[in-house]
């Protein structure tokens, strides 16, 4: 008997395969102050709402979960290396509100996309620059990154950029402004509609100049 005509008699006896196994190791950690959970030596940054709190890690191969009372909360891949840290800056943007000055020399704010870490750059040495831009990341998760990444991108491509303009960007993505629609064509009922179709004829205001031109010849005969 060959392998093959084995494996088509096997076949009929064999059970369904079961789903993907979900293998991973499951452990209790603690959130420092400054949002970092610590496992296997590295930190991994979890949302500022959960600092000194206890959430539950959940280590792949290749990756990490973090859950507090059951729910998702982070994903982060796995760090192999000693005392490094995987931040999330979107995790420390409520911070921003009451310390915007942190998007200067804040580690978590150093792997921004691209858009945003030039615009952070331009306003750095402006008056008012840091408000404006924690303004703008606080509209990231109400209107999406991908829709303020957008914005900024056509911002900086008009090659100059002051605080004005920013905080003109974060009035037009906190009113959710959006293109006009496109106007809908208006169809008149038959019941409304005219037999004779009016004509336009401008001549007519012609006649109503010569008319008032007459009336004035008459007035100045009449007083002479």
Partial sequence: MTVQEALELEQL??????GVFDGYIEFVARVSSTCLVTVKRNRYSVPCRLANRRVSVRLYPEHLDLYADDVWTASHVRLLGR?????DWQ??????ERKPGALRNGAPF????????????ALNKRPGGDRAMA?????????????????VEHLLAGGVVNVEHVKHLVSTLAGGSQP??????????????????????TARYEQLRVSTDIALVDEESGDA
């Avoid at 005392?83 to 931040?87: F, K, L, M, N």
């Fill in 13 to 18: 006896e064999l059970m369904p395969l079961p």
């Fill in 83 to 87: 005392d490094q840290v995987s931040y």
């Fill in 91 to 96: 995790h420390y943007l409520p911070l921003l």
């Fill in 110 to 121: 150093v792997e921004m996309p691209k858009a945003l870490g030039s615009l952070r750059l």
């Fill in 135 to 151: 303004d703008l990341l606080a509209c990231v998760p109400k209107q999406g990154l991908a829709t303020v990444i957008t914005a």
């Fill in 180 to 201: 006009p629609a496109e106007p809908q064509k208006v169809v008149t009922p038959d019941a409304l509609r005219v037999n004779d179709e009016p004509i336009a004829d």
